[in-house]
């Protein structure tokens, strides 16, 4: 399925499943995660895409005990402050010298181009877009489009650079992050299901940028520094069609 709308619709799965488990958990969502059903759609995506199936990992013991993993980890661990932030913005060596404001504006700039905007959320608080669970839906509909695309054989490059670019830019560095953090320092309580896949995803991305740069071409960082070697190379590098 290398280049089929099937694989598009696959690594869609993968990213939505993977925006589900980040966002704040939910009774219903660990429901699903100790049933299996979590596992077993995550697995078959997993599976159209690498080959192989997901691994099995255990289930917390209960909801308060998957629930207080989350918050230990991503929200108000040791002293108050979260193990690994699951907000982009948190992270000094993403923002790269750039105030978080400014930071938020690339951010939702690819969202503003494909006319999407961040859902409405718990207690009718607006999602940000920095947050590990947005910027994998915003994979996810990527995907989705991409997968329209090619079932209509049209040319899906668009949508594959603007991935390429998510990825490189935000996502990418975001997962790369929070997963050396809780490998570095590892959370007991936190759901073994949830600590696998941050580090199974985060791979994943870098597997992905790779395959994308073969289609598309490299990804070039509109903020490194300009040089002077030749005419204007390539204008300009997120044309997303």
């Known amino acids: 399925m290398g280049d089929s709308p099937q694989r598009a619709r696959a690594k869609e799965r993968i990213w939505r499943l993977a ?49 207080a993993g989350y918050i230990t980890a991503f929200l108000h661990g040791d002293r108050g402050k979260p193990v690994a932030a699951l907000l982009a913005g948190e992270h000094e060596h993403i923002l790269a010298g750039l105030t978080r404001p400014s930071f938020m504006l690339n951010v939702a700039a690819f969202y503003k181009h494909f006319g ?5 959320g718990d207690e ?13 839906e915003l994979m996810a509909v990527l995907c989705h489009f991409e997968a329209t695309a090619l079932a209509k054989g049209k040319d899906a490059s668009g949508y594959r650079r603007a991935q390429r670019d ?13 997963a050396g953090l809780l490998r570095r320092n590892p959370v007991e309580l ?27 071409g490299p990804f070039h960082d509109p903020d490194a520094p300009k040089t002077s070697s030749g005419p204007a190379e390539s204008a300009a590098q997120n044309l997303w069609g």
């Open 19 to 67: 925006a589900l488990a980040f966002g704040h958990p939910s009774k219903e969502f660990f429901d699903a995660v100790a049933s299996g059903q979590f596992h077993e759609a995550f697995s078959d995506a997993w599976a159209d895409t690498t080959g192989a199936p997901w691994p099995a990992m255990p289930v917390s013991p209960d909801f308060a005990s998957f629930e």
């Open 116 to 120: 999407l905007k961040a859902a409405t």
């Open 124 to 136: 009718g608080k607006t999602d940000e877009p920095d947050h590990l669970a947005s910027m994998l």
């Open 166 to 178: 998510f990825l490189c830019r935000h996502l990418g560095p975001t997962l790369e992050a929070v």
């Open 190 to 216: 936190l759901d073994p299901t949830i600590g696998q896949l941050v580090q199974d995803i985060s791979a994943w991305a870098a597997v992905q940028i790779n395959e994308l740069e073969v289609r598309v």
